[in-house]
Nanobody, 126 residues
Framework: QMQLVESGGGLVQPGGSLRLSCAASGFRLDDYALGWFRQAPGKGREGVSCISSVGGNTNYADSVKGRFTISRDNAKKTVYLQMNSLKPEDTAIYYC???????????????????WGQGTQVTVSS
């Protein structure tokens, strides 16, 4: 059974850092484009970052550029999201997603993804 499981969320003060992880089971990540999304209370799910299956090409939402970094370790079947300089507006449930495609493109729309994790809560507050 194909599954994605996020971890690493929690409560952090403004300006702090967190590293989210998303571990895959039941399939190899090598041929999957990967993405991180988030959903704040009362809002829709939005793309945060993505990384291609080939070449490691990345894309970031304007709101997180320069603060967040996406990376992947195919051997460990894990994708990461390093989040620095966190702001209260980063508070949301964060989801990882996988799209079964091999190529240098990554995808920022929720409709492009086939598999989703259950989410991990990130709260930025003093």
């Amino acid at each position: 059974q194909m599954q994605l499981v996020e971890s690493g969320g929690g409560l952090v003060q403004p300006g702090g850092s967190l590293r989210l992880s998303c571990a895959a089971s039941g399939f190899r990540l090598d041929d999957y484009a990967l993405g991180w999304f988030r959903q704040a209370p009362g809002k829709g799910r939005e793309g945060v970052s993505c990384i291609s299956s080939v070449g490691g090409n990345t894309n970031y939402a304007d709101s997180v550029k320069g603060r967040f970094t996406i990376s992947r370790d195919n051997a460990k079947k894990t994708v990461y999201l390093q989040m620095n300089s966190l702001k209260p507006e980063d508070t949301a449930i964060y989801y990882c997603a996988a799209r079964g495609t091999s190529g240098s493109q990554c995808y920022t729309a929720t409709r492009e993804y086939d598999y989703w994790g259950q989410g991990t809560q990130v709260t930025v507050s003093s």
